[in-house]
């Protein structure tokens, strides 16, 4: 099932190497643990940056964005299989 | 200054292999199934699967791409999506991404200029490559194949494959490259070119399309063979010049250059599918303006203005019909755009038949800046224009609209309204 949404979410990730890699999420009060990060694009909105991050756990894919100048997450999407 | 330096060293490298190499060698790199191998790379969960990418709204769209597994299934490119359905009930729709799609685009081109500084982009998903001096012969063309394919895995991701065509011409290493799908490399060497040509249609070589195959065929030319023993004069009899291109090309003999140059846009435009068939002007006025409003915006953020409109109405039917109008007084205004659009529609529009879809594009484009307008009303419009340019730079394509705009609203992820991009 692939659910277009735009939920807040906390999101624990590292800044290392000059990458940003989401490591896990909380959403919907409950926490899930990314296992991997498939896809990094990023989008522009006029001069704004916004990261969106392709993930998975082991059941689930989700899109996560990430806007740079508020530094807020929001979950996008989801695809359950 | 820099730009000038890079010119020169790429005129310096195209004389270098003229005089040097006998031949040229060259790359064509079509992604397979480039939509919908991006979404499977995303989302992992639908790797194996028949997917099909959509526009906006899966019901009322086409089949952008098909994956890989969904092409085994029958369904093709531009197929209606409850046509690809209907042979295939397990397909996945998904909704086209053209952020994601633009800037994977840009992420493997700049990987081709690791290996050289002649890379054409031909097409969002295809890139022809000159890498004669680099590869020296055939078989470094090999390894710089095999080389440029690992690289692209590392920067896309392992499902994001190309397949490579390799040949001393740009016209057999497309036609090389479509032999083997998905992920092969296939080399045709000039000795090889006709061995090639034979073993595929007229209309597998890009440069002729249904149309011209259907013209040959009514000359009695069904095949590569057929077209080199028709003789060249009554070739060009019949096509004018590009019988010579039609004759050249049976011989698998082609001559243009890898493009680095990049062309200006001949037109800009924008099309959209709306919710339901209509047969409401004001609801047609709506999506006519708002496009025309996107495509004035491209156009001054490019720095052209137009001489031309053309409009498009399609039907329920699935008919449907243009005009275009060309003008002397060039604008980029969106206002202006939609009175000479929506006076063109008015005229072609058949009234008896509901709307499904609206199109709008500008072309006869220049650099030139808009004529001064000696009505004060029109100077202030384009100083709010010049305004709003301002805040559409900084803040994004949503951070303001027409109030006759607010209620509609155009779809997101259609392909590219409302985004900044620039795919």
Same mark, same amino acid.
């Given at each position: 099932m692939h659910n277009i949404l735009h939920d807040s979410v906390d999101v624990l990730a590292t800044f290392a190497d000059r990458r940003v890699r989401p490591l896990h999420?909380?959403?919907?009060?409950?926490?899930?643990?990314?296992?991997?990060? +498939? /896809?990094?694009? $990023?989008?522009?909105?006029? *001069?704004?940056?916004?990261?969106?991050?392709?993930?998975? #756990?082991?059941? +689930?894919?989700?899109?996560? &964005? /990430? #806007?740079t100048e508020t530094l807020e997450w929001h979950l996008v999407e989801v695809y359950s299989s | 200054m820099g730009h000038d330096n890079n010119s020169k060293n790429v005129t310096r490298l195209k004389t270098k292999i003229k005089t040097r190499f006998v031949h040229k060698i060259i790359l064509h790199i079509d992604m397979n199934s480039y939509f919908a191998s991006v979404e499977q790379q995303a989302n992992p969960f639908l790797c194996g699967k028949p997917i099909g990418i959509t526009g906006k709204r899966s019901e009322r769209s086409i089949v952008a791409t098909a994956s890989i597994e969904a092409k085994k299934l029958g369904v093709k490119t531009a197929m209606s999506t409850w046509q690809a359905k209907k042979i295939c009930p397990s397909l996945i729709l998904i909704t086209g991404d053209p952020e994601k799609y633009s800037e994977i685009t840009h992420r493997f081109n700049k990987l081709f200029f690791e290996? $050289?500084?002649?890379? *054409?982009e031909f097409s969002v998903d295809e890139s022809f490559l000159d890498i004669t001096e680099q590869a020296k012969d055939w078989f470094g063309a090999v390894y710089l194949a095999h080389s440029l394919r690992e690289r692209l895995k590392e920067e896309c991701g392992e499902r994001i494959t190309a397949s490579i065509g390799i040949a001393p011409n740009k016209l057999l290493a497309k036609l090389s490259s479509e032999c083997v799908k998905p992920n092969g490399i296939t080399l045709t060497r000039k000795e090889d070119a006709i061995t090639r040509l034979d073993s595929v249609q007229l209309t597998d070589l890009c440069g002729i399309g249904p149309r011209m195959g259907r013209r040959l065929n009514d000359l009695g030319i069904r095949n590569f063979k057929q077209l080199r023993e028709f003789p060249r004069e009554e070739l060009v009899d019949e096509f004018s010049s590009y019988g010579y291109w039609l004759h050249e090309a049976a011989y698998g003999r082609e001559t243009s250059e890898v493009s680095i140059e990049e062309e200006d846009p001949k037109s800009v435009g924008h099309s959209y599918t709306l919710p339901k068939d209509t047969f409401d002007p004001v609801l047609m006025q709506r999506y006519l303006l708002?496009?025309?409003?996107?495509?004035?915006?491209?156009? &001054? &953020?490019?720095?052209?203005?137009?001489?031309?409109?053309? $409009?498009?109405?399609?039907?329920?039917?699935?008919?449907? +019909?243009?005009? *275009?109008?060309?003008?002397?007084?060039? $604008?980029a205004d969106g206002l202006r755009l939609f009175e000479i659009a929506w006076g063109l529609l008015e005229k072609i529009r058949d009234r008896s038949k509901p709307v499904r879809l609206l199109g709008v594009s500008t072309s006869h484009l220049s650099h030139t800046s808009a004529p001064n307008s000696l009505f004060q009303k029109e100077q202030k419009n384009l100083s709010v224009l010049s305004a709003l340019d301002k805040i559409q730079t900084r803040y994004g394509s949503k951070a303001w609209t027409r109030a006759s705009l607010l209620p509609i609203a155009f779809q997101n992820r259609a392909s590219g309204l409302g985004y900044d991009h620039e795919l």
């Open positions: 999420m909380r959403w919907n009060d409950r926490n899930y643990s990314i296992k991997n990060v +498939n /896809l990094v694009h $990023t989008a522009r909105e006029g *001069q704004k940056k916004i990261f969106y991050f392709s993930v998975s #756990d082991i059941a +689930n894919y989700f899109k996560l &964005r /990430l #806007d | 290996f $050289t500084p002649l890379v *054409q708002g496009m025309c409003e996107k495509v004035a915006w491209r156009m &001054r &953020r490019d720095g052209f203005v137009a001489n031309a409109v053309s $409009t498009y109405v399609r039907y329920g039917d699935f008919s449907g +019909n243009g005009k *275009q109008h060309v003008f002397k007084e060039a $604008t």
